[in-house]
């Protein structure tokens, strides 16, 4: 596996970004972990969801508030205050493919022991029904493989799978810049964000305002194979542009190649 420590970009590239790495697991890339933030703060919505019926699109373009849609399903996301990933891998591959529900147990049990490894007591969820009024949030309801803290709900996952290769993306809260929904989804009423709030957690208690993505990153390689590859900000751009993979081995001797 290869971790990209990509960094922060605005909610459309971080988008592009992920449809090219599930094209390039399509071609059988190696598996790719991408670490990286929003910047400017966004929304995402799921794949199956509708801008016009879910968001105050007039609303976001007076606020300047970016939104895109997700390749993956799933339901809307603030993208604040946040680790967010994605992994792009071949179904077939021996580690990291599989069934949906292998991806999901094998990510969500990567992310809970490196999150226990930084002092925050995460868990595999139980599945809770959202609240009807909260439908339109990811936030709002535990589903398998989903990982919680203290009983709600920390991190919001949601794959895509194609015949040759699968994406999942997911973020992990560490704040309440998510709650900023509230402001934008058309559904919300004076309750909703109150609401959104008792259905998810936040890491911050045990890591502190605004850790650096870098010490997820850490978190993350030290429970990884001792062959994963680390690669940082524009050094992992020959990840999206390659076109025959197979291997990455030699762009990653050469990654400014």
């Known amino acids: 596996m290869i971790v990209w420590l990509d960094g922060a970009h605005d909610p459309a590239e971080n988008m592009r970004r992920d449809r090219a790495l599930l094209a390039a697991a399509e071609s059988d890339a190696e598996p790719v972990l991408r670490l990286f933030a929003f910047h400017p703060c966004g929304i995402t919505l799921g794949a199956s969801q509708s801008a016009e019926r879910v968001l105050d699109l007039e609303r976001c373009r007076r606020d300047e508030v970016p939104w895109a849609m997700r390749p993956t399903g799933g339901r809307a996301i603030f993208h604040a205050e946040e680790w967010t990933y994605a992994l792009a891998t071949p179904i077939e591959h021996a580690g990291w493919g599989g069934t949906q529900t292998q991806a999901y147990e094998r990510m969500s049990d990567l992310i809970v022991?490196?999150?226990?490894?930084?002092?925050?007591?995460?868990?595999?969820?139980?599945?809770?029904?959202?609240?009807?009024?909260?439908?339109?949030?990811?936030?709002?309801?535990?589903?398998?493989h989903e990982v919680v803290v203290e009983g709600a709900k920390l991190v919001g996952s949601a794959q895509r799978r194609t015949q040759r290769a699968l994406l999942q993306?997911?973020?992990?809260?560490?704040?309440?810049?998510?709650?900023?929904?509230?402001?934008?989804?058309?559904?919300?009423?004076?309750?909703?964000?109150?609401?959104?709030?008792?259905?998810?957690?936040?890491?911050?208690p045990w890591l502190g305002c605004a850790?650096?993505?870098?010490?997820?990153?850490?978190?993350?390689?030290?429970?990884?194979?001792?062959?994963?590859?680390?690669?940082?900000?524009?050094?992992?751009l020959f990840l999206l542009t390659l076109e025959k993979h197979g291997s990455y081995t030699a762009a990653l001797t050469n990654p400014e190649a």
């Open 211 to 236: 850790p650096a993505l870098d010490r997820w990153a850490d978190a993350l390689v030290a429970e990884l194979p001792a062959d994963t590859r680390r690669v940082e900000g524009a050094r992992g």
């Open 169 to 204: 993306q997911g973020s992990v809260l560490l704040g309440d810049g998510h709650l900023r929904l509230a402001d934008y989804v058309r559904s919300a009423d004076p309750s909703w964000r109150d609401a959104l709030r008792r259905r998810s957690a936040s890491a911050a």
């Open 113 to 144: 022991r490196s999150l226990r490894s930084l002092g925050v007591p995460a868990e595999l969820a139980r599945p809770g029904r959202a609240e009807r009024s909260l439908a339109d949030a990811c936030f709002a309801a535990t589903t398998r």
